[in-house]
């Protein structure tokens, strides 16, 4: 499977099919790579939650901004509570979450719109990035997939907003992008049998146990089950090979780095005309 996302610079990786197949969209994925700051954050740290100053905070999202052409008064973030909370948003919701955590959408960690000239962010260091968009219609959206989220179903959520709005899952698409690999994330016994009543009546199981209550869980390929027993085409679900913990030149890693680093994010959004 070829990789979906393309280096732009240091600082991007761009979901490079889709932009081309839909010129007005913009979709991709930030590095670690740039930026302003100091000591532990001293690169492209956009996450105001990590004990970051701000004002190095708000300077790396505007140059992220100017690079994509996407202001940051046209951003709209969320507090992510790794629960599978997912919202349409609209015009009246741009700048939430752009400049400052308090004013994010509180308790979500997935957003969509089909309005122009909205970018839509989530912030992860390790998490599993979902992107979604319609060859049907507008939708266009993103989720952050952590065990929690991914186990509770958040990438069926998504699927399942659209299909109330009409859209359906044989018309969605979907990437999931840079994340923690099946090396480097161990979990226990509990997450496991989270992972089997959510794909219960599958055959496959996305874990390799590598001792007594020790396994290694692929997020990725989790959540690409759970796309597909939602009913999004297999052929139209495209995952990453990029690992968030192994690429330390890339990315920040929450697991890697001990809980202190920074973020990258997530983005899409349709250019205005």
Excluded at 15 to 43: C, D, Q, R, V, Y
Excluded at 156 to 176: L, N, P, S, T
Excluded at 193 to 204: I, T
Aim: net charge negative.
């Amino acid at each position: 499977m070829n990789e979906p996302f393309k280096p732009g610079t240091k600082q991007y990786l761009f979901i490079e099919s889709w932009m081309e197949a839909n010129p007005m969209l913009i979709a991709g994925f930030t590095t670690k790579n740039g930026g302003h700051g100091s000591g532990n954050f001293e690169s492209l740290n956009l996450g105001f939650h990590v004990n970051d100053k701000l004002e190095d905070v708000i300077a790396n999202r505007e140059i992220v901004g100017d690079n994509l052409s996407f202001p940051l008064n046209c951003w709209i973030g969320a507090e992510q509570t790794h629960e599978v909370r997912t919202v349409k948003v609209n015009s009246q919701d741009i700048g939430k979450g752009s400049a400052d955590y308090s004013s994010s959408l509180k308790a979500t960690d997935g957003l969509y719109t089909e309005e122009p000239g909205i970018l839509l962010t989530l912030c992860f260091a390790d998490c599993v990035p979902l992107y979604f968009y319609s060859s049907s219609s507008r939708h266009i959206g993103v989720a952050h997939a952590g065990w929690k989220g991914t186990v509770n179903g958040i990438a069926a959520e998504m699927i399942e907003k659209w299909q109330a709005e009409g859209v359906a899952a044989r018309d969605i698409h979907a990437v999931i992008g840079p994340s923690i690999c099946t090396d480097c994330y161990i979990v226990d016994d509990r997450v496991i049998q989270f992972v089997e009543n959510r794909l219960e009546e599958m055959d496959e199981k996305p874990y390799n146990r590598i001792s007594e209550g020790q396994y290694q869980l692929d997020l990725k390929r989790l959540n690409e089950l759970i796309l597909q027993k939602a009913g999004v085409p297999p052929g139209q679900i495209q995952v990453s090979r990029f690992c968030t913990s192994c690429d330390s030149d890339m990315f920040f890693s929450h697991r890697r780095d001990s809980g202190i680093t920074g973020r990258m994010m997530s983005f899409i959004g349709w250019k205005e005309d």
